[in-house]
């Protein structure tokens, strides 16, 4: 059979455009009609333009405006680099990737924690327990001045704490004593040397950080010679206490000694002007009588016997005898005291005084 006879028309080789009619493969004329029929779609509602229009749109409204919260601040950077700071509220930027804002926290007060061990001036270890409080004072250098500027942080309190602790004896660190006229105790002084020398480093570095406190958690030896060094601080405080206690023994007896003195001093001036005004009243007496017995002598002579007699017999027993031993009279001192006669001599028996049969048998017996 020819190759152009009716019923082989699929070896005829101008007929191979023509199998889509009968269900086969598409040409390329139907291919390129529905290409054309899908972009002219494009354009039309829920086409690809106007959907990749949508997105553009929801792009440049959602990154063409930053909120900064209270206590933040913003930092802009246009195509990666530094362009201005902004403050707490809304603002309008660029959209992005042309802007982005960053914020920083400037007014939240951070804190960093770290243990180390520090080899002290007389070779001994001790183990340091530190906090650092600081916070961003300049936002651009803390984003751009150093890569990490929390982890430059850490390295430059790690140097200065070893640096500090390091050039002290390790007594002077655990029993917390230095030099007594220091202004401050000794603990105090350490951890504010340790603030100016990390301070001192991270304005080098120009990071942007300000140390607002450094404090010591704890500082301890060596676990194999904590018990021995227990001891030690021990027995200081105890000696500590003994001297607070003389101290405070001196401070009560001092002011107690010197009120005795005082009070002896005062009765040593009464004593002195009592026995001066006595003097001179005895002078001026004396002078008086002196007069007098220039002036009368023998009334005087007799004058002054007569009251030295007084004063000598006024605080003594008397007894009086004016017959010869047969009557007697007993007469006692003024304290109701009274002698017995026959105690006195050259006087025999004699009775008692307030007896009245002896009284009456004196009198009988009187001339």
């Known amino acids: 059979m020819a190759w152009n006879e009716p019923g082989n028309g699929q070896r005829d080789p101008w007929n191979k455009n023509k199998r889509g009619a009968g269900g086969g493969k598409p040409g390329i004329e139907a291919a390129l009609k529905n ?3 899908r972009i002219g779609r494009l354009g039309g509602p829920g086409g690809i333009l ?3 229009v949508a997105i553009l749109l929801a792009w440049l409204l959602l990154t063409s405006y930053a909120v900064i919260g209270t206590g933040q601040v913003g930092v802009v950077q246009r195509f990666g680099a530094y362009a201005r700071i902004l403050a707490p509220g809304f603002h309008l930027k660029l959209p992005a990737p042309m802007e982005t804002v960053q914020p920083v926290a400037t007014s939240r007060v951070r ?3 770290d243990q180390i061990r520090v080899l002290t001036r007389d070779q001994d270890i001790v183990t340091v327990d530190f906090n650092v409080q600081y916070q961003v004072t300049d936002p651009q250098k803390y984003l751009f001045s150093t890569r990490d500027p929390d982890g430059t942080l850490n390295e430059a309190a790690q140097a200065a704490v070893r640096a500090v602790i390091g050039a002290q004896a390790m007594d002077d660190i655990l029993t917390g004593q230095g030099d007594a006229n220091a202004p401050a105790p000794r603990l105090g002084n350490l951890q504010q040397q340790v603030r100016d020398q990390l301070q001192h480093t991270l304005d080098a570095y120009d990071c942007g950080l300000q140390v607002t406190e450094v404090s010591f958690q704890a500082i301890t030896p060596p676990q194999e010679v904590k018990d021995a060094f227990d001891d030690v601080i021990a027995a200081r405080q105890d000696r500590q206490g003994q001297i607070d206690q003389a101290k405070a023994n001196t401070s009560q007896d001092i002011p107690s000694a010197k009120g005795d003195a005082k009070r002896l001093a005062a009765e040593a001036d009464a004593y002195k002007a009592e026995r001066m005004a006595r003097a001179q009243s005895d002078a001026e007496r004396f002078n008086l009588i002196l007069k007098e017995y220039r002036a009368a002598p023998e009334v005087t002579r007799r004058r002054l016997w007569l009251e030295t007699m007084e004063d000598i017999l006024h605080a003594n027993n008397k007894v009086i005898d004016g017959s010869d031993g ?8 003024d304290r109701g005291e009274t002698a017995p ?8 028996a004699v009775a008692p005084s307030g007896n009245g049969q002896g009284d009456e048998a004196d009198k009988g017996k009187q001339p």
Do not use: W
């Open 341 to 348: 006669a026959a105690n006195l001599p050259g006087v025999g």
């Open 111 to 113: 804190a960093m924690s």
């Open 326 to 333: 047969r009557s007697v009279i007993n007469i006692g001192n």
């Open 35 to 37: 290409l054309f029929k």
């Open 50 to 52: 106007t959907i990749v």
